[in-house]
């Protein structure tokens, strides 16, 4: 790792603590922020100075580092990563989806970005379903009031911040392609919150179905969908396993090294497309 030079557009949640994860390792690393992004001679030299470049900035309509500094990417010969989604995937109807899945998600943008990363030489797409971590997981979100919404028969895949950040860095060695970084057990969002509620000690509360609440559109279309992530082509091809392989040994965790207490926490219908 004391060779790496890592260059993260975008250092959100995710990218920071990767980040803080390869300087720890004895690697090093840029950033490239919003502040900064319009610098081009500056972001081009540190492209140059990269041995490994990761993007976790979320598409509009396009892709802003594809649509500004693609050329370069690609004639870089460099490591290159995209934190992408599960949600490239659509409604499967509770189906286990793969890499060979088809995209037909319901953002253009992101279907797009996803396959343009992918043609980038030596790219790895990380197609990530709802991360959470410290300050940001059920716990949290419980602790703060969260309504529980649930539809029979509907589950979502998710992982530990902490696992997708060893994911990718496994990725720093294996071969190009899309991942997907998940745990291995596809769960219902009422029972992953019920679980959070045991284990402060306070009352769950009832669970309700999406008519009873007041739903923004966003948060109707995520649960919308329905899908089981497999996570086989990464424990294949990458020697990756999921320290958390299910959300109660990750909330566990998380409630036994945090005590949350904030109240600015991400609603319980969080999108699978935070980084």
Same mark, same amino acid.
């Given at each position: 790792?004391?060779? +790496?030079? @890592?260059?993260?557009?975008?250092? *959100?949640?995710?990218?920071?603590?990767?980040? !803080?994860?390869?300087?720890?390792?004895?690697?090093?690393?840029?950033?490239?922020?919003?502040?900064?992004? *319009? $610098? !081009?001679?500056?972001?081009?030299s540190e492209i140059a100075r990269a041995t490994h470049i990761l993007s976790s900035i979320p598409p509009g309509e396009a892709d802003p580092v594809l649509v500004a500094y693609g050329a370069d990417l690609a004639a870089g010969g460099k490591w290159l990563g995209y934190l992408s989604?599960?949600? +490239?995937?659509?409604?499967?109807?509770? *189906?286990?989806?793969?890499?060979?899945?088809? @995209?037909?998600?319901?953002?253009?943008?992101? @279907?797009?970005? $996803?396959? !343009?990363?992918? @043609?980038l030489p030596n790219a790895h797409v990380f197609r990530l379903p709802g991360i959470y971590g410290p300050e940001r997981s059920a716990l949290e979100r419980m602790a703060a009031g969260a309504t529980r919404v649930f539809f029979p028969g509907q589950v979502f895949s998710r992982v530990h911040v902490d696992d997708l950040i060893a994911g990718v860095i496994a990725a720093f060695e294996g071969p190009p392609g899309a991942y997907n970084l998940s745990d291995d057990l596809p769960a219902p969002q009422a029972e992953v919150l019920a679980y959070a509620a045991e284990l402060l000690g306070i009352d769950a509360g009832p669970a309700v179905s999406p008519d009873a609440v007041d739903l923004s559109p966003a948060s109707r279309a995520f649960y919308a969908e329905n899908r089981r992530v497999a996570n086989g082509k990464a424990k294949r091809l990458l020697g990756w396993r999921p320290r958390y392989a299910d959300y109660r040994l990750g909330l566990r965790a998380l409630k036994a090294s945090t005590s949350p207490t904030s109240t600015s926490t991400p609603p319980a219908t969080a999108s699978s497309d935070q980084r």
């Amino acid at each position: 790792m004391s060779t +790496v030079r @890592l260059l993260v557009f975008g250092p *959100g949640y995710t990218a920071a603590r990767l980040m !803080a994860a390869v300087e720890a390792a004895g690697g090093s690393t840029a950033t490239v922020t919003r502040a900064t992004f *319009g $610098d !081009a001679a500056r972001t081009r030299s540190e492209i140059a100075r990269a041995t490994h470049i990761l993007s976790s900035i979320p598409p509009g309509e396009a892709d802003p580092v594809l649509v500004a500094y693609g050329a370069d990417l690609a004639a870089g010969g460099k490591w290159l990563g995209y934190l992408s989604s599960t949600g +490239v995937y659509g409604d499967t109807g509770g *189906g286990w989806v793969d890499e060979s899945a088809p @995209l037909r998600g319901r953002r253009g943008g992101r @279907l797009d970005a $996803d396959r !343009a990363w992918g @043609l980038l030489p030596n790219a790895h797409v990380f197609r990530l379903p709802g991360i959470y971590g410290p300050e940001r997981s059920a716990l949290e979100r419980m602790a703060a009031g969260a309504t529980r919404v649930f539809f029979p028969g509907q589950v979502f895949s998710r992982v530990h911040v902490d696992d997708l950040i060893a994911g990718v860095i496994a990725a720093f060695e294996g071969p190009p392609g899309a991942y997907n970084l998940s745990d291995d057990l596809p769960a219902p969002q009422a029972e992953v919150l019920a679980y959070a509620a045991e284990l402060l000690g306070i009352d769950a509360g009832p669970a309700v179905s999406p008519d009873a609440v007041d739903l923004s559109p966003a948060s109707r279309a995520f649960y919308a969908e329905n899908r089981r992530v497999a996570n086989g082509k990464a424990k294949r091809l990458l020697g990756w396993r999921p320290r958390y392989a299910d959300y109660r040994l990750g909330l566990r965790a998380l409630k036994a090294s945090t005590s949350p207490t904030s109240t600015s926490t991400p609603p319980a219908t969080a999108s699978s497309d935070q980084r």
